[in-house]
């Protein structure tokens, strides 16, 4: 992972958290396995998160807030609009192969859905805005064919995002799918 906060200590509890549930699962992952691997003792930790649950949710802000930075980023370059969709895709999907490649990556998905629920939403729901924006501005300039109006594209985009994301069982599976929905839609969004 990379740095997550400007206090090193709590950067440190996090990238030691995510690194222990990948390895342990998040219910066999001990506050004591975080304390170790941050190189903090278990006190240390409690001064910062109150349980596992509590990290968990931190690490679910992190990543929403993350996505949503490189997502806007990656729609405000240059290109088609093929191309700014594939990356803005791409940049939304980094990271969740190596999750995925994860034994315990599943658990680690329905953690996070179980306790990050109202962030999970509020995020996708912030993605799902950016997309409607991007797709907006693409229409009004008149390089987006869109059948449904943009917010519906959008909410599609983020949908079917997120659906792989929760379907795929390996790695390759996700990616390979991420490519493909990432062309499918580039190339029925694109005028021609």
């Known amino acids: 992972m990379t740095r997550i906060q400007d206090d090193p200590k709590t950067t440190a509890i996090l990238n030691s958290a995510f690194q222990a549930f990948a390895t342990y699962g998040f219910r066999k992952t001990s506050m004591d396995d975080i304390a170790k691997g941050a190189g903090m003792s278990r006190p240390a930790v409690y001064l910062h998160?109150?349980?596992?649950?509590?990290?968990?949710?931190?690490?679910t802000q992190f990543y929403y807030g993350e996505k949503t930075a490189l997502v806007a980023e990656a729609l405000a370059g240059a290109g088609t609009l093929p191309e700014l969709l594939a990356h803005a895709i791409q940049v939304q999907a980094q990271g969740m192969a190596e999750i995925l490649a994860s034994p315990h990556g599943l658990e680690m998905l329905d953690a996070t859905k179980s306790m990050s629920t109202d962030i999970i939403q509020n995020g996708e729901?912030?993605?799902?805005?950016?997309?409607?924006?991007?797709?907006?501005?693409e229409d009004a300039a008149g390089r987006a064919h869109l059948p449904v109006g943009p917010d519906e594209a959008a909410k599609t985009i983020t949908a079917s995002l997120k659906g792989i994301k929760?379907?795929?069982?390996?790695?390759?599976?996700?990616?390979?799918?991420i490519s493909q929905l990432s062309a499918l839609l580039g190339a029925a969004l694109e005028v021609r």
Do not use: C, G, P
């Open 49 to 59: 998160y109150k349980n596992k649950e509590a990290i968990v949710r931190e690490l």
């Open 125 to 137: 729901a912030a993605l799902t805005r950016l997309y409607a924006d991007w797709l907006r501005r």
């Open 166 to 177: 929760m379907t795929a069982s390996t790695a390759e599976e996700y990616e390979q799918s």
